[in-house]
Every structure is written in structure tokens, then in C-alpha cells.
């Protein structure tokens, strides 16, 4: 038997919550968490309820109060208004008082019960005084007097239903049999960058000013005004760090490197040092302090590169030998995937029996580089390390550096991406690279922009990266590359792309079959040329700059695919949370020739009237059009523009016909 | 830091689960418990994992191995195999040695590095030969030197490939990092007739031998012969003890009851006794024995109503007036719901502040019947109890009399009627009483055959009820009695009926647009006389024996619907749980008409194969039909029978062509 045996009230069915709680859901400062609950109780009661938030750390709970939807369901919301960690849980209770004056109203004057059904409800006013203080304890007891007094039935009647005394007892309810929530569930509150950001990832070693040099991060510094006019805000720099000589990689991955082989900067530590250093040829410290802090001045954060592997030059394989796998023969083992065997990488120990240290040690670096400025960190292959590993690390900087982003970048199997999210990743790489059809397209991001994967995973879409040159991009020249660029900056709040290989139409892979790009950056200098017949920078610009203008492009929350009688043709819409900016993508899916169709915008969930005509303006191709109804055709031609980025507007009707734009 | 940083292997979505596993599911002896998880780990090494289960009480658990399904899902299964309460959780590992086999498969003979790869395993079978002992512990031994050994390369890799060590190496794995899923979730093992049971209710009072006379028990043991020879197995008797003078209602329900007016059984509580005292005119204890002996002989159990309230002459009301509410003048509040008036009935005070006496009490009143031989509980209006004593009170009794059922008699919201199920009850009353066309019947019952609902709710339903005379029975004449008797029969696996009102095809309501019977029983007495041209007894009986003899017809796991291109016409099939009958129900929902329709079977979900002719066998209309294909032509005519119900047969072709049927 309980305690809680006079605890009537129910709460069940809590969302959003992300495995029974066990995890927290994710929002950025400003969001909204709209909570929704089943609350009811036995009987006939009337049941009152409220939602208790925190930041954590505060006792105190504030409370919202619920509002109900139907079938028993509530609502109550509240802000997540300060980066950090915030808690939310609910309370009910059966409230007598209210329970007494519904039945009141139902009662009738001349019932000879009356009298006494009116002294029950001025016996929970009297009730409610004593849990009140100074001037709302003293009008409480004169109401409860008046209730039970001698004055006309209907008199006391009134007393019993004026709306001041609806608020006092709500406020000084009688709460000793409320029923709390089992769980305090968590919200990680993060920037607003982490939720829409744009991304462009380049080799510093590839910018020198003269050909054949190895570039430095004063190169990378000359780079920020193109990349900040190109309307990224992010720029992510594979590692910077010495680079391992013993099974150093050559070009095009070759198990053999040449004297004057860069290698692979994931080859991480030389006798130079480790995950706290830096390349010797890119610069000082003080080199990627400037970088960061100019970058700053051009809106563009920093994201480094967080691979934790070691190449057997590393200085932890001779500090640390405990953190590596040792074989039988006293070698340490390498990474591998029988039969291929990649010798320049050691992998780490989680089942080290120092993995406490082991995890301080990993921890530490984020720690270091957090300390020099950097706010972002993209995390290498993070599916081959263990959770509670990221679990612990993510929650820790956390606790400590609240606006730290982190992205995963973990290209395997659903549940295990999903995990990586669920367990503090910030962002997430997506199957974006390989969704190409409108179905796969139109499959995949529905499950993205849905409970309850939309509260957990924030996907950051990448046309291209250094290990992905997607078959789609192989054969579909400049129009192809258009139209993937589009589909990223549209479907994604947060998208990428690795450049200059991406706006210079780099094609060719390194063997037919093959994704990895032919003399890949990875394994040796490049000197690109910007500009030219196949440079889209301008498209990328423009594209930017339109999600920049409208915050329906900013979120993933808002995403609606529409029907299309053409498969080549896709149609989705993004709203932001106001309703305010609606955005209709139409694209054409084939990047070699004109396709037309009509498409069927599902005008009543876009907030749109049905019998009224709508504005729609393409942003991307400049047209400005008048559209009635649901139906319309498109025509698209892809030498031309890969899609129409329409925002949609439809005159308010007032009482007075003023005539404004939504 | 946890002290689990080393567990690697991820444990999540484990099914089933009800409500996180807050509630245990459901299952009656016999049946199978199939469990799912998705189940994986960091990076590529193989995880091993196993179902744990256990009966309540038991330190030890007994372990099956999961088998993969298809993306990290995996299942196992065990047999709820004893009447009581079981436990399962899962455990998994990540599996060194046969991530180890896995690999070595994959590496060549002439590998350089094959001598310590082989060296790495043979440590490994070292390490579990220190796990095991005896005869184990020495050959895993005498492996491990084998497979480090001089022998040529090849003999070694055998070595290490053959099926003993695989399977010793499962026996004494290493599972020092072992993840084990944070909930051990619970199954109810009950009876197999709460999972099927064919209900009757009477009023013993009305079968007095001679007319105007009470009836006693005796009279009903003279009712037993009938009763089970139309295939009840359940007898349901509404409150037998003794009825309160004070405020008694009187015929049709009037607030006066005239001298001679027996009153509602449902007036609990007299002089003579409460809820553990009998009726002094239905006989005495001895007699009720009696009644319950003789009902077991003819495979009839007898239904216990227990409906906690009282009337204002039961003795608890001066023994603990503490357990109602009292009014400011002193009075004890009855039921109301303003402005209607129950001064028959005082309910129980859930939030007395003596309610640990109050739940040992209502308690005490079940363990009381079930002293006398009862086992089944029909509790009335649990909705207006509270929930925390339900899952207490039903867990309390169940403990000590695990073969006990509780059967909930609530009509109220979805969500109530469900949290009723997951804290306890064994069956449940059902929206079934109104759902008459083909959309409610597909969408409600479809909704109670899928997880979870059907893991913790077992529906029972009833065409009618001493309180429930549907509209659609009240002009619908014996076709309409036959064609529900004919839905509730097949479409749940439990039902029953209030008899004998329903097989004499009683419909007159008290008002029109009321559900309330004319001259309810509820306030007087009924003298029935069975028989005559509206006693639709043999169908009822034909009914119950198709379901006796069809286990499909006896789960409501294995119910799916079917397309007809009439709407009048529903199709739907079952199966029992081994696949091996599969009953296939056409049924006409207009009792007036004659309807025919085009029925499109699912054969691929049936197990039927498209391109071979199959049986169909139709037990209630006595045909026998040969089908091809899915799509088939039906009429039914409501004066001749309201279905078909075929059983549905293919022969099984053989290698040699045996002709004999699944």
C-alpha cells in the first residue's frame, strides 16, 4: 500500500519525451516546448493541472497552466529562453472547489438541498483562506460567509461564481493529493545556430599563394571574405594537427607515400604532438587565434575537427599504451576491416581498463580548443566509439560551455545515427548524400521533420564531402550540382558542402563505381582556381541569401511535401513557427531535361484560403506570380534554374479591406 | 563517471512494453511472450544478446538467445507457462571472440599478420577456458594451444572454426561489460478463459417456479442445464446481497417504491448484512455453494458482481462513516449528477482519510467470495474508483489467487476505460454495444487487435446489458439479435449477453430514445417464459459450438479485415496463434435487406497461396464452397442467417502430392 493511495489524478502520455525520458529533447534559445499530456482522473471530478519547468539547477518550479484539447489531451508551453539545460515535469490534482461550482450551476434554486450544497463550496473557500495570506485570507473568509449566509439564494449564488474567486482558488487550491509526473524530463537549449546554420568546409593547405606551397592559416584568413559573401557562416577545417609519418598514406590513398607526401591530416600526432597541437606548416597558435577572431568579424565561427584516433607516431601510444588494443605480440593494433587494414591509424581502447582517464584525456581536448575560441566541433566517425563515452563528454562540456555545438558525423545504420543524437549530438549528417528521388526524398524527410525524431536528431545536409562525391554529381554536370545545392539549403536548416571541389563542379571520381574523389584533397596539396564556366558560386550566394531572408528556411519543423503528377517534379513547403513565412520549393528532379506537371499545394494546411487568390514570388528565378486554388503548372528547365523557391503571400481580409501583406 | 563506461552494447525500443513498463502486459498460460528490441553496438564488432525471463519470486533467470531480424531489430520468446506473474529484460555484450571468428573468415592464409591474428583468438579461448570447468575448461584449453600452435596455418583456422568451440565460447562468453536493459518488465499469466469466455447474466430473483415468487438459488441451478447446453461457460449473477430500504427505487426506476417493489440488487447493504452477506431470499450460503458446485459440474463458473457503494442501510455506514463523505449539516453525501438525484446510493470516499482500512475492507469483500469458490469478479463502475486502488486491490488478490479475473464494467472515455486495463482488470467492457456499421467496427476493433492495446486489454463484449438496450436491437428484430450475437461471437474471443432478454429478442425501451429496458429487471421481478417463435436459443447455441470448435475464434490476436465493395457486408478472418485455423466471417449488417457484394481476400495474409483453390467450409449455414483467387461473390439474406463463417482450408502440396489438409 502507497502513500500516494489518495492521489486520484492520472498523468500519462507526456510529450514530447524521447525514450520514456531517458533522454532529452533538444530545442535552441526562443523555441517553444509545447507540452501535451493525458490527464483525467477517476469519476466525474474536475481534474486541474499545470506544467512545472526549470533551468536546471533552480529549485523552484514555474508552473503553466494546461489547457485541454480533446479526449482527455492538454497543452501547456513555455520558452526555452536561456542556453543551458532546462527541466519540465507536470502536476494535477482533483480540484474540489471547481468540481462544486460546475454542479452548482446545474443546480436549482428550489432544490431543498440548496442551503447545504452552498455551505459545502463556502466550507472550501473557508478552506482555501487558510492556505491564503493577508488580503487574499481575509476576502476569501468574507466570501466564504457571504456563501453560507443569510442573504438571498441568488445573491449567494453570485458570490459563489464571481470570477475573482474562480482565481483565488485556482490559486490557493488545495493540492495535497496531487499527483506528480514520474519524471523530470530534460531540454538541452542550444544556440540558434545550431538549429540553422551553413557550412563550408575546406583544406587549409590548399590555399597558398604560390602553387605547390603548403598553405597556411594566414591563407585560410584571405579566404574569409569570398566564403562570407558566399553567405556561410560556418567554416570547418579538417584537423590541424601534426600529422603521423609511420604508414603515412601517398596520393589517392596509396599504402605508400612519397618523401613529399602531405598525408592524411586524420593521420592525427607526430613527434610535433597530438589532438593539442598544431601542424607546424599552418601556423602558431597565435596564427589560429588571428583566424578565428577575423573569421568572427566575417560572421563565421570556427568548427574543428574531432578525430579521436591516433597515428602511431602520436605521443598517447607511448604515454598512454593502456588506451590502445595490444596483440600478442606487443604491437598495438590498428584499425582494420579484414582484409584491408589501414596501419596509419591506431584506434582507441573504449574497453581500456583507464578509461576513466582515458575519457578526462578526450574530454580535455574539446576543452583545449574550446579555450582558443572555437565553439563547434565536428566530430569524426563518432558510431566507432562508444555512447556512454559521448553521453558523459557531450553533457560535461556541456555543463560548463552550454553554447558548444557538436555534429556528428556518423554515416551508418538509422538507429545507431539516432542514438548518437538521442545521447547529446547537436547535429547530424543525414542519408541526404544518397536520397535522390522523390519518393527516397519525400520518405526520408517526413521521418526527419516528425516526432519523435524531430525533437532529437537536427540534420545537416551535405551535397558533397571530402569522402563523398555522390554518383548523382558524376554525370550530372553543373545543373546537377545546382539542383543538390538547392535540395540541401531548402530541406535542411543546416546544410554544407566542401569546397572549392563543390562550387568548381569536381566530378571525376577516382575509379568508375567509385564515391571518393580522384586525387583527393585528403592525400595531397591542391591549387584551386576559383571562377570560370563551371564555378557556381553565384547560384550558392544567391541560395544563401534567400534562406537568410526567410526564417521558414531557418527551421526543420515546418516541413510539408505536396503532390506533383510528375515524379521527376517535387513540391514541399517550410513555414516557420509564426506561420508568418511560408516558402514553397518546386524542383525539378532531373537535371538533364525540361519537365513540367501540375502541382497540388494542400492550401489549407499552408494557412491559405482556398477561394482567394495568393501571391507567389520565386526568389530564386525572380518571377512574381497570382495563383488560384490548389492546382497550378510548372514548367522547369534545368540549364535554366533547378526550382522555383516561391514565398507565398495572401492579402488579410479585415472588417475594414485593408489590404497588408500576412 | 558511471561505473558503466565499458558497457558498450545499446539496449533501446524493447517491445512489449506498456506505458515504458510501467504496467505488466498481459498473457494467459500457454501462450508465447515474443519479445523485440533493436539491440547493437559502437563501430563493427559483433553483440550478443539474450532474453531473460523469470516467474515472480524466483532469484535466477532463465535465458534464450535472440535471433536478428532485419536493421539492429532482434526477437526471442518464451511461454507464459504458469498462472502468476513473470518477469523479462534483456542482456547483451559486445562478443570479442566472435567478432574475432567473424573477421578471421575474412583474412587470408598469407596474410603476414595471420600468426597473431590467430594468437589474439587463442587468448581469447584461453580467457573462457578460465570461465568454465571440468571437461569444458579442458578442451577449450587444449584449442586455444592448438590454435597458437605449430600445426600448419590451415588445421589451425579449423581449429578455430568448429561448431563445439563456437558454441562452448556462447556458454562461457565474456560478459564482464554486459548491458542490461534498466527495466524488468512484467506479464500477468492468467487463466485461458480470460482470454476466452462466453458470458451469461441473469437475475437469479426472476426464476421463481412459480410466478410473482422470488427467485432463489435453486432456481437458477435449475437454469444450469439450459445455460451450458447453449455453450456458456461463464454465469454472471448481478448483486446478491441484501437491497436497502431507504430511498429504494421502485418499477421503471421511479423514486417511490411501492411495498411490495423489490429494489435494484445494486442498493447494497441492509440489516441483514453487506457486500460479504447474501440475499436472504436467494437462499443461504449453504445454497450458494451449492450453486457454485453444481455450475462447475456443468463447466460453468459463476461471475461475482462487486459494486463498491452502499446503500444508506449498510452497516458500513454506521461502522466507519469516515468512508463516505458528510455534508456540513451532517449528512452523508449520496450520489449524485446534477440535477439528478441517487439517494439509493452512498459512494465510497476515496480520500478518506481512513483509506488504508477502507482498501483492506473492499479487499476483504473479494477474498471473502473467493473463499466461497468464486474466481471471476464483474466490478461495477470501477471508473469511479480510484485508480491507485484498483492496481493495488487486483495485485493484492492476485497474489495469493492468481487465477482470479476482473472484468471492468466501464463505459466511459477511451483513455479511462484503457488505464482500467493496464492497472489490472483481466477483461473489459467495450464500445462494441454501439458500433453498428462497417467503418466503427473495422476502426474499433482493429485499434484492440494491434500493440499495445491488445497486450494489456482483453475486450468482452456485450449486445446488450441489464443497462444497455441499443437503439439498433430496439427495431431490428431477431435478424438484428442474431447478426449481433453473430458480430460479438466472433469478432472477441470473450462475450456474453443478458439473458433472457436477448434470446427472446426483448427490445421494447422504457421511452423512445432511451437504452433502458421496459420494465427492467433491474426493479422487479421478471416471470420469462423461454420458448416460442422469437427464442433464438439455437442459434445462440449453434454460435457458441463453432466457437468452441475453431481456436482462431478463441484469440483476438489474429483478426484482420478484408475489402467487400458493399458497405453492408463486413469480411473479416481470424487465426489462432500456430496459424493452423483460420476462420473467415462475412457477415450482412443490414438486417432488413438482402446484400451481396464482391469479398477481395487477403490470401498472402492468411497463408493462402493466390494460385491454387482452397475450401471454404461455412459452419454456420452448413455450405461448402471451392474458391479461387481473393476476389468472390457473397449474398446473404438477414431472414436466413446474418454470415457466413467459413473455415478455410488448402490442401498442402507435398513433394509426393499428398492430399491432406492443414
Given at each position: 500500500m502507497t502513500d500516494h493511495g489518495r492521489s486520484r489524478a492520472v498523468i500519462e502520455g507526456v510529450e514530447p519525451k524521447i525514450d520514456g525520458g531517458q533522454f532529452p529533447i533538444k530545442r535552441v534559445e526562443g523555441e517553444v516546448v509545447e507540452v501535451q499530456a493525458d490527464i483525467y482522473t477517476d469519476g466525474h471530478d474536475v481534474v486541474e493541472c499545470v506544467l512545472l519547468y526549470r533551468h536546471a539547477g533552480e529549485k523552484n518550479w514555474t508552473e503553466v497552466w494546461f489547457e485541454p484539447l480533446v479526449n482527455d489531451r492538454w497543452k501547456a508551453s513555455f520558452i526555452a529562453s536561456l542556453i543551458g539545460r532546462m527541466e519540465y515535469t507536470v502536476l494535477a490534482w482533483v480540484d474540489r472547489f471547481r468540481s462544486w461550482i460546475r454542479d452548482l450551476k446545474k443546480r436549482s434554486e428550489l432544490d431543498a438541498d440548496i442551503e447545504v450544497n452552498l455551505r459545502v463550496g463556502a466550507e472550501l473557500v473557508a478552506d482555501a483562506s487558510k492556505r491564503a495570506a493577508g488580503a487574499d485570507a481575509e476576502w476569501l473568509r468574507s466570501v466564504s460567509e457571504m456563501i453560507c449566509g443569510?442573504?438571498?439564494?441568488?445573491?449567494?449564488?453570485?458570490?459563489?461564481?464571481?470570477?475573482?474567486?474562480?482565481?483565488?482558488?485556482?490559486?490557493?487550491?488545495?493540492?495535497?493529493?496531487?499527483?506528480?509526473?514520474?519524471?523530470?524530463?530534460?531540454?538541452?537549449?542550444?544556440?540558434?545556430?545550431?538549429?540553422?546554420?551553413?557550412?563550408?568546409?575546406?583544406?587549409?593547405?590548399?590555399?597558398?599563394?604560390?602553387?605547390?606551397?603548403?598553405g597556411t592559416f594566414s591563407d585560410v584568413i584571405r579566404q574569409l571574405p569570398r566564403i562570407a559573401k558566399l553567405g556561410f557562416d560556418v567554416l570547418y577545417l579538417?584537423?590541424?594537427?601534426?600529422?603521423?609519418?609511420?604508414?603515412?598514406?601517398?596520393?589517392n590513398n596509396s599504402p605508400k607515400a612519397e618523401p613529399d607526401d602531405v598525408g592524411s591530416p586524420w593521420g592525427i600526432g607526430a613527434r610535433e604532438g597530438g589532438h593539442t597541437a598544431l601542424h607546424p606548416q599552418l601556423g602558431t597558435l597565435d596564427d589560429f587565434h588571428r583566424l578565428v577572431r577575423t573569421a568572427r568579424d566575417h560572421g563565421i565561427r570556427i568548427a574543428m575537427d574531432v578525430a579521436y584516433q591516433c597515428s602511431p607516431d602520436h605521443p598517447w601510444v607511448k604515454e598512454h599504451p593502456d588506451w590502445f588494443r595490444r596483440r600478442p605480440d606487443g604491437s598495438i593494433q590498428y584499425a582494420e576491416n579484414p582484409p584491408k587494414k589501414y596501419q596509419d591509424i591506431y584506434p582507441i581502447d573504449f574497453e581500456s581498463s583507464d578509461w576513466k582517464e582515458l575519457w578526462s584525456a578526450l574530454a580535455g581536448v574539446?576543452?583545449?580548443w574550446i579555450a582558443q575560441g572555437v565553439t563547434i566541433f565536428r566530430v569524426d566517425n563518432p558510431h566507432t566509439k562508444a555512447f556512454p563515452f559521448w553521453e558523459w563528454m557531450i553533457s560535461t562540456i556541456k555543463k560548463k560551455d552550454p553554447d558548444t555545438i557538436f555534429l556528428s558525423e556518423a554515416f551508418t545504420r538509422p538507429k545507431v545515427m539516432y542514438r548518437l543524437a538521442k545521447v547529446g549530438f547537436s547535429q547530424s549528417y543525414t542519408y541526404?548524400?544518397?536520397?535522390?528521388n522523390k519518393q527516397e526524398l519525400t520518405e526520408y524527410f517526413t521521418e526527419l521533420s516528425r516526432a519523435p525524431v524531430r525533437d532529437f536528431f537536427r540534420p545537416n545536409l551535405w551535397p558533397n564531402t571530402p569522402d563523398i562525391l555522390p554518383e548523382f554529381l558524376?554525370?550530372?554536370?553543373?545543373?546537377?550540382?545546382?539542383?543538390?545545392?538547392?535540395?540541401?539549403?531548402?530541406?535542411?536548416?543546416?546544410?554544407?558542402?566542401?569546397?572549392?571541389?563543390?562550387?568548381?563542379?569536381?566530378?571525376?571520381p577516382v575509379a568508375p563505381g567509385k564515391e571518393e574523389y580522384l586525387n583527393s584533397e585528403k592525400y595531397q596539396l591542391i591549387n584551386w582556381t576559383l571562377g570560370g564556366a563551371n564555378d557556381i558560386s553565384e547560384f550558392i550566394g544567391h541560395v544563401n541569401k534567400i534562406r537568410k531572408e526567410n526564417p521558414a528556411l531557418q527551421t526543420d519543423r515546418g516541413l510539408q511535401f505536396h503532390p506533383v503528377d510528375n515524379p521527376e517534379i517535387i513540391c514541399y513547403s517550410k513555414m516557420d513557427a509564426l506561420r508568418q513565412n511560408r516558402v514553397v520549393v518546386v524542383a525539378n528532379l532531373d537535371p538533364n531535361h525540361v519537365q513540367s506537371g501540375w502541382v497540388d499545394l494542400q492550401l489549407q494546411t499552408l494557412g491559405v484560403e482556398q477561394d482567394r487568390p495568393y501571391q507567389m514570388q520565386d526568389r530564386l528565378g525572380g518571377g512574381h506570380f497570382l495563383w488560384h486554388g490548389g492546382r497550378n503548372?510548372?514548367?522547369?528547365?534545368?540549364?535554366?534554374?533547378?526550382?522555383?523557391?516561391?514565398?507565398?503571400?495572401?492579402h488579410v481580409r479585415s472588417e475594414q479591406d485593408f489590404d497588408y501583406f500576412l
Open positions: 443569510i442573504t438571498p439564494i441568488k445573491d449567494r449564488l453570485a458570490a459563489a461564481q464571481d470570477p475573482r474567486l474562480m482565481d483565488l482558488m485556482r490559486k490557493y487550491a488545495d493540492r495535497q493529493f496531487a499527483t506528480k509526473y514520474d519524471r523530470d524530463l530534460g531540454v538541452v537549449v542550444d544556440p540558434v545556430h545550431a538549429r540553422f546554420s551553413t557550412w563550408y568546409e575546406l583544406f587549409p593547405r590548399s590555399f597558398a599563394s604560390e602553387p605547390n606551397q603548403h579538417p584537423p590541424i594537427h601534426p600529422i603521423g609519418q609511420a604508414y603515412r598514406k601517398g596520393k574539446v576543452q583545449y541526404f548524400s544518397w536520397r535522390n558524376q554525370w550530372s554536370g553543373a545543373p546537377g550540382f545546382r539542383l543538390r545545392l538547392l535540395l540541401a539549403a531548402t530541406l535542411g536548416a543546416s546544410y554544407g558542402i566542401y569546397g572549392p571541389a563543390f562550387e568548381l563542379c569536381v566530378h571525376q503548372f510548372i514548367q522547369l528547365d534545368p540549364q535554366v534554374a533547378p526550382a522555383h523557391v516561391f514565398v507565398m503571400r495572401q
